[in-house]
């Protein structure tokens, strides 16, 4: 988790959301599973799953990143 952007890092001020949740609905759903992610959302007892899902692009979309490196 050492790569992840700043914004991901754990402790970061303004994640709303723990990156431990948003990691752990990323591994249960094997990355972004739109059909899955309600489920996941109750599972987890996520209260802002605007604030998870937007973590769970920026997680995606790092990833994706380091791809293309």
């Known amino acids: 988790m050492r790569d992840l952007p700043a914004q991901l890092q754990p402790g970061h001020q303004t ?21 899955a992610l309600p489920i996941v959302i109750d599972l987890l007892g996520v209260s802002d799953p605007e604030a998870l899902i937007t973590q769970l692009v920026a997680i995606r979309d790092h990833q994706n990143a380091q791809g293309n490196d």
């Open 15 to 35: 994640t709303p959301l723990p990156i431990a949740t948003a990691v752990e609905a990323w591994n249960l759903m094997g990355g972004i599973d739109w059909s």
